[in-house]
C-alpha cells in the first residue's frame, strides 16, 4: 500500500539534507581556517627558531675567528681549529617557504644573517628579545631579519647579538 503524504510535507526531507550539507560545509570551513592558522603560527615559531640558530651560529664563528663566514657551510664544520668545530648542526631550511633562506651579506660578500622569502603578515607581533626589538614593526616574515652584528650583548648566554 503506497504512503500518503501531506501536501506541505513534500520536499522536506530534502530541505533537512540541504540545510545539514550547509551546516556540515560551514563547520569543515572554519576548521580549515583555524587549521591553516594553527599551522602558520607552527612554521612561524620554527622560522623563530631556525633563523635565531642562525645567528647564533654567526655569532660564535664570529667570535672564533673576528670575521664572517662566506659560505654557509663553513657554520657546519669550521676546520681552523686543531680540531672541527661546529656552529650549526645542520642547514636549516626556511620553514614558510620551505627553501634555503636568503642570506644578508655585507659589502664583502661575508654572511651577517638570514631572513625568509615569505611575504605573509606574522601573527606575532611582541615579545622579542632586545635583539629582535625591530621585528615589531614588521609588515611580513622578510623584514625578520636574524642578524648578528658585533657589540651588543645577549643577556641570555653572553654572546653578542645584533640591534
Request: charged share 30%.
Amino acid at each position: 500500500m503506497a504512503r500518503r503524504t501531506k501536501h506541505g510535507e513534500r520536499g522536506s526531507t530534502l530541505l533537512m539534507v540541504l540545510a545539514a550539507i550547509v551546516i556540515m560545509g560551514l563547520t569543515v570551513g572554519v576548521a580549515g581556517s583555524s587549521w591553516k592558522t594553527i599551522v602558520q603560527r607552527e612554521h612561524e615559531e620554527e622560522l623563530y627558531f631556525r633563523g635565531d640558530q642562525y645567528r647564533r651560529a654567526i655569532a660564535d664563528f664570529h667570535a672564533a675567528w673576528g670575521v664572517y663566514p662566506k659560505r654557509l657551510e663553513e657554520l657546519l664544520e669550521d676546520r681552523r681549529a686543531l680540531y672541527v668545530q661546529r656552529h650549526l648542526r645542520r642547514l636549516y631550511p626556511d620553514p614558510m617557504t620551505g627553501a634555503p633562506f636568503e642570506l644578508v651579506r655585507d659589502d664583502a660578500g661575508s654572511i651577517r644573517g638570514v631572513y625568509s622569502a615569505d611575504g605573509g603578515m606574522p601573527f606575532r607581533q611582541d615579545g622579542f628579545p632586545a635583539e629582535y626589538d625591530s621585528f615589531r614593526k614588521a609588515t611580513s616574515y622578510r623584514d625578520w631579519k636574524f642578524v648578528f652584528e658585533p657589540g651588543q650583548e645577549d643577556a641570555q648566554n653572553g654572546v653578542e647579538s645584533p640591534r
